[in-house]
């Protein structure tokens, strides 16, 4: 940072001049491309409303390094740079420059700096969309040559070690897969002790299901359940205790604050009773809504995070029991009937040990490389906003 401020020292010690981004840029709409005309493997990518590529084709109409901007849709004004050629699609802007003082990618920054702005902006009732208007009238700061060019150099530094830190997480979870699959696979179960028995025959479950076969009723235990009309009323204090919902997230905390009756404590699997197939495991305090709660009925037997790592393993199989229109429910009887492989209790303990560790390190927000990745994605913003932050000269 010491190179940065020297420049601006010796550049532009008293501001910068700000000028409209009209003044300096035109910004054109791309030109329609049905989507029959897409394919996978077309020679370069086609940019729309979103934030990635609608498809492939095989011709371009834009250069890259090059400005893209979300015109149209839900993601109407995130900003991309595009590092190869592209075809800019009819909800796609592209930005030309007018001013030979302005660097392309200096103008990215400023623009990604205020993509939030930009998204905030959509207007529209169906389709929202970000006015031409709305991006011309954006000021932008205009110090000389050699400080936007340092200014692309600092920026990109923290770009590019995200980036790597991206790809060192997808190749961490995609060895995590290998692991679990090979870890978790019980083809020959004659092998090493390894027995098998139905999810019912071993595993304790919540009140809430239909269609069960009678001679399961006596695996069936009572467990509180908050409703979910009930989680407005909620007081937050201290946020101690997981509120289990039913999508794919954990749902966030809520409190200890609650009637006893709602609260419960200890080790649960849940798959949700309706959405999106998933399972979720849980150790201490909790409430739930729309979950079926299960528990190992002894843990000398079954583990529970064991019982949560094959239930994850085998959620295709899971994901054909969702029956219905709309939001769609499992046909207990189905999961229920679900035979789960049964290791000797140290083969179990050392799997769950080896797959805690890459869960951890693949998914843990708070550690590994998610948490790494977040905090240089926080350094990054904290100097971008620093760096594009100049007194306008008088």
């Excluded at 999810?199 to 009723?217: A, C, P, Y």
């Excluded at 954990?250 to 197939?277: F, M, N, Q, R």
Aim: net charge neutral.
């Amino acid at each position: 940072m010491a190179g940065i401020n020297e420049l601006i020292q010796k550049y532009c010690p008293n501001g910068v001049i700000y000028s409209k981004l009209e003044n300096i840029a035109n910004v054109d709409t791309g030109k329609q491309l049905n989507k029959e005309l897409l394919f996978d493997n077309g020679k370069y990518p086609v940019m729309n409303g979103g934030i990635y590529p609608s498809g492939r084709y095989d011709e371009y109409n834009t250069e890259k390094n090059s400005i893209a901007i979300s015109q149209g849709g839900a993601s109407a004004g995130y900003v991309n740079w595009m590092t190869e050629n592209f075809w800019a699609g009819a909800h796609c802007y592209t930005l030309t420059l007018k001013d030979s003082n302005i660097s392309s990618k200096y103008l990215y920054y400023i623009l990604k700096k205020h993509q939030l702005d930009f998204m905030n902006s959509q207007r529209g009732a169906g389709i929202p969309s970000l006015s031409r208007k709305e991006l011309n009238s954006l000021l932008i700061p205009i110090p000389p040559l050699p400080v936007q060019q340092e200014i692309v150099r600092i920026l990109d530094s923290f770009t590019e070690l995200e980036a790597e830190l991206e790809a060192e997480l997808e190749a961490r979870k995609k060895q995590y897969e290998h692991y679990r699959d090979k870890l978790l696979n019980f083809a020959d179960i004659s092998q090493g002790g390894v027995r098998t028995m139905a999810l019912w025959e071993i595993t304790s479950w919540d009140k809430r299901f239909n269609g069960v076969e009678k001679h399961m009723q006596n695996k069936i235990i009572k467990y509180p359940y908050l409703l979910a009309k009930d989680m407005n009323s909620l007081e937050c204090e201290n946020g101690d205790v997981r509120l289990l919902g039913t999508g794919i997230g954990k749902s966030g905390y809520t409190t200890e604050c609650l009637a006893g009756k709602h609260l419960c404590d200890g080790e649960v699997v849940a798959i949700p009773w309706g959405g999106t197939p998933n399972v979720k495991y849980h150790k201490g305090k909790f409430v739930t809504s729309d979950n079926r709660i299960a528990t190992s009925n002894d843990t000398d037997v079954l583990n529970n995070k064991f019982l949560f790592y094959w239930l994850s393993n085998n959620i295709d199989t899971l994901k054909t029991f969702y029956k219905g229109a709309g939001i769609q429910h499992p046909t207990m009887k189905s999961v229920l009937m679900m035979q789960i492989p049964i290791p000797p209790l140290a083969e179990q303990e050392r799997i769950v040990a080896i797959l805690d560790k890459f869960d951890a390190l693949v998914n843990d927000i708070s550690d590994g490389l998610p948490a790494e990745i977040n905090a240089r994605r926080q350094q990054y913003e904290y100097y971008r906003d620093k760096l594009l932050s100049f007194p306008m000269a008088a």
